[in-house]
């Protein structure tokens, strides 16, 4: 089992930052991947970003540029840093972890950009 716990989302203006934190707990050393997705109202969860164990990431094309995945693999944690933040960022950012034959999920974090 892999425990995923999100923060860092909220109320962001247009053009504005945020950075969001997806800890892991469990068995982390199942862990080949992760990655954050998204979903806004009426739509389906979309990739944003992903992160392999050996650093290789991966970007959805309507976040590239802007938004940047790393990994502490001290603290067994991953950020999503999002830069020129647009409205249609606006979504509920999950936090994925991959192990063998299966994916573990976050509890999601409110991201909101609006003037």
């Known amino acids: 089992q892999v425990q995923l716990v999100e923060s860092g989302g909220g109320l962001v203006q247009p053009g504005g930052s945020l950075i969001l934190s997806c800890a892991a707990s469990?068995?982390?050393?199942?862990?080949?991947?992760m990655g954050w997705y998204r979903q806004a109202p009426g739509k389906q969860r979309e990739l944003v970003a992903t992160?392999?164990?050996?650093?290789?990431?991966n970007y959805a094309d309507s976040v590239k540029g802007r938004f940047t995945i790393s990994r502490d693999n001290a603290k067994n944690t991953v950020y999503l840093q999002m830069n020129s933040l647009k409205p249609e960022d606006t979504a509920v950012y999950y936090c994925n972890a991959a192990v063998p034959a299966r994916g573990y999920w976050g509890q999601g974090t409110q991201v909101t950009v609006s003037s």
């Open positions: 469990g068995s982390i050393f199942s862990i080949y991947a």
């Open positions: 992160i392999t164990s050996g650093g290789r990431t």
